[in-house]
């Protein structure tokens, strides 16, 4: 089993910066691709970044601000730097984790979420 851990969320103003972690912990060797999905009450997660393994990034269409997604295989852990940050941008960010089937018998893995909230 993978559990994933999010922190760095907060309150800033728009414009402002903020970088999310989330460390990933238990059976690690069968993690593939990596990201970030963003919701906000009454819809449906939507994609904003992936990672694969290799490094090869792919980023979604909602947000607004300028964000990067990054990751450290040495210790586990994805990060998103979120730059230019917009008042759309406000959701619960979680982190999630495609698993290889080879190693694991779940498919993906979620983190609880962190809340991203921009605001004067």
């Known amino acids: 089993q993978v559990q994933l851990v999010e922190s760095g969320g907060a309150l800033v103003q728009p414009g402002g910066s903020l970088r999310l972690s989330c460390a990933a912990s238990?059976?690690?060797?069968?993690?593939?691709?990596m990201g970030w999905y963003g919701q906000t009450p009454g819809q449906e997660r939507e994609l904003v970044a992936i990672i694969t393994s290799g490094g090869s990034t792919t980023y979604g269409d909602s947000m607004k601000g300028q964000f990067t997604i990054s990751r450290d295989n040495k210790k586990n852990t994805v990060y998103l730097q979120m730059s230019n940050l917009k008042p759309e941008d406000t959701a619960v960010y979680y982190c999630y984790a495609e698993m290889d089937l080879r190693y694991s018998e779940d498919d993906e893995a979620w983190g609880q979420g962190t809340q991203v909230t921009v605001s004067s």
């Open positions: 238990g059976s690690i060797s069968g993690i593939d691709d």
